[in-house]
């Protein structure tokens, strides 16, 4: 069975810092584009990045652009997102996603990992 | 960056009603427009990727049409447990921008 299963979040001043990961199981990971999506508490969904699956192409949203850096460990079938400065707008819950189909839609979610920025 | 509207914001339907919500983007989009289900509580599921092309394991009564900058989700035969938010999201150029969300009632 596909799985994602987020973790790393936390509550962070304004400011910090934080790293999220993504353990993938039940496919082969290196074989597929992995995405980073956030929902605010009560909000809808907001694209963040992209990593093909060899890592060599990457893409921000404007929003993050500058503060997260989207990156992944194939050895380790992890995907990761480093976030810096961040401000409480960032607050949300943090999903990542499984490209397929080529056409760059999300087909596997997992459970989100929860990031609270207050001070 | 293309923008993606949704409308209705919110609907209320009954069981065995026929819906269709529809998504609009500000630049041209080709086929790569997706369907996303997302119940309370729970994270989104893919439904339809590419337009029209039903997602592995999404029910049928779930179909999707529309091209270029134009699309739509039609649920035909509303079932109880269709009650969720749907989403659009353009996949044909990063930033891929989702739609704000249409909130389906179901009576």
């Known amino acids: 069975e596909e799985k994602l299963l987020e973790s790393g979040g936390g509550v962070v001043q304004p400011g910090g810092s934080l790293r999220l990961s993504c353990a993938a199981s039940?496919?082969?990971?290196?074989?597929?584009?992995m995405h980073w999506v956030r929902q605010a508490p009560g909000k809808g969904l907001e694209w963040l990045s992209l990593i093909s699956g060899d890592g060599s192409y990457i893409h921000y949203a404007d929003s993050v652009k500058g503060r997260f850096t989207i990156s992944r460990d194939n050895s380790q079938e992890s995907l990761h997102l480093q976030m810096n400065s961040l401000t409480t707008e960032d607050s949300a819950l943090y999903y990542c996603?499984?490209?397929?189909?080529?056409?760059?839609?999300?087909?596997?979610w997992g459970q989100g990992t929860l990031v609270f920025v207050s001070s | 960056d293309i923008q993606v509207a949704q409308s209705p914001s919110s609907l209320s339907a009954s069981v065995g009603d026929t819906v269709t919500l529809t998504c609009q983007t500000s630049h041209y989009v080709d086929k790569f427009l997706n369907w996303y289900q997302q119940k309370r509580g729970q994270a989104p599921k893919l439904l339809i990727y590419?337009?029209?092309n039903l997602h592995a394991g999404a029910p049928s009564r779930f179909s999707g049409s529309g091209s270029g900058t134009q699309f739509s989700l039609t649920i035909t035969g509303l079932q109880p447990e269709d009650s969720a938010t749907y989403y659009c999201q353009q996949s044909y150029s990063a930033p891929y921008t989702f739609g704000q969300g249409t909130k389906l009632d179901i009576k």
């Open positions: 039940g496919f082969k990971f290196n074989g597929f584009p």
């Open positions: 590419a337009a029209f």
């Open positions: 996603t499984k490209e397929a189909y080529g056409t760059s839609s999300s087909a596997l």
